[in-house]
C-alpha cells in the first residue's frame, strides 16, 4: 500500500539558508500535518491543513510557513535556518471522517541538519 | 508538567517475555489513544488506536486504555527481538482540540535472544 513520501530524505543547510521539505500524503488522504522531532524527544505538532485550507497551527517559528496545494502534496518553507531547527521532520496524512482524522500515518521523515 | 507521560527506559527483556508499555496524561479532552512504533531514524508507524475506555487486541498486542485514571496502556505478548524499538504513545482531543498528535517521549525496548 502507498504510504506517505516525504522528499528529500537528508538536507544540509548552513545557518541563514532556506530549506524546503514536500510531503506527498496517502492517496485520498485529505489532512496532512507536518512535527518536529529534536535528538531523543518526541514529535512536536507545529502545523496541519485540510482541504488546502490551514486548519490548526502549533509550535511552530515565524521563520517557517507552509501550505498545501490542490493535489493535497504540502511543503513546509523554513527561512533564516538556525542551528537549533537540525531535527526530524514528519509529514503525517488521514483520511476523512471523524474518526478516521485522529488516525494519522506517517512518512520516514526528512533529517535536517543546520551547519 | 507535559500532558503525556512515559517512562522513557530503556526497557529490556529476554525473547518470549509479556512487555508492558505505559502512559498518563492529564488532559480529560483526549479522546483518541494511539500506540506508534519507531525503529532508529525511521517515522512513527502505527500498532493500535483506540477510542474511549476499555482493550483492543490485535495479534500479540493488546491496548488498553482507562478514562477514569487517565491511564493507556500496550501489552506485548511473546515479545521478538524485532520488536526492539521505541513506543510512542500518542493522543488527541478532537473536536476543540483539533486532530494534532500528543506524544509521549516514547519507551525503548529492548529484546534480547
Known amino acids: 500500500a502507498a504510504g506517505v513520501i516525504q522528499s528529500p530524505r537528508h538536507l544540509i543547510k548552513e545557518k541563514r539558508e532556506t530549506a524546503t521539505l514536500k510531503c506527498y500524503p496517502i492517496p485520498r488522504h485529505d489532512t496532512v500535518y507536518w512535527y518536529q522531532q529534536g535528538p531523543g524527544q518526541d514529535p512536536q505538532f507545529l502545523i496541519s491543513?485540510?482541504?488546502?485550507?490551514?486548519?490548526d497551527k502549533g509550535s511552530i517559528p515565524d521563520r517557517f510557513s507552509a501550505q498545501q496545494f490542490s493535489d493535497y502534496h504540502s511543503e513546509l518553507n523554513m527561512s533564516s535556518l538556525e542551528l537549533g531547527d537540525s531535527a526530524l521532520y514528519f509529514c503525517a496524512s488521514s483520511s476523512p471522517g471523524q474518526l478516521a482524522k485522529n488516525i494519522q500515518y506517517f512518512g520516514a521523515g526528512t533529517r535536517l541538519s543546520v551547519l | 508538567q507535559k500532558e503525556v507521560e512515559q517512562d522513557p527506559g530503556p526497557l529490556s527483556v529476554p525473547e518470549g517475555a509479556i512487555v508492558s508499555l505505559n502512559c498518563t496524561y492529564s488532559n480529560s479532552a483526549f479522546q483518541y489513544f494511539m500506540w506508534y512504533r519507531q525503529y532508529s531514524r525511521k517515522g512513527p508507524e502505527l500498532l493500535m488506536y483506540?477510542?474511549?475506555?476499555g482493550n483492543k487486541e490485535d495479534g500479540r498486542f493488546t491496548a488498553q486504555v482507562d478514562k477514569s485514571s487517565k491511564y493507556i496502556s500496550l501489552f506485548i505478548r511473546d515479545s521478538q527481538p524485532s520488536d526492539s524499538a521505541t513506543y510512542l504513545c500518542?493522543?488527541?482531543?478532537?473536536?476543540?482540540?483539533?486532530?494534532?498528535?500528543?506524544f509521549g517521549t516514547g519507551t525503548q525496548l529492548k529484546v534480547e535472544l
Open positions: 500518542a493522543m488527541s482531543a478532537p473536536p476543540g482540540g483539533g486532530n494534532k498528535l500528543t
Open positions: 491543513f485540510y482541504e488546502k485550507m490551514q486548519s
Open positions: 483506540t477510542y474511549s475506555s
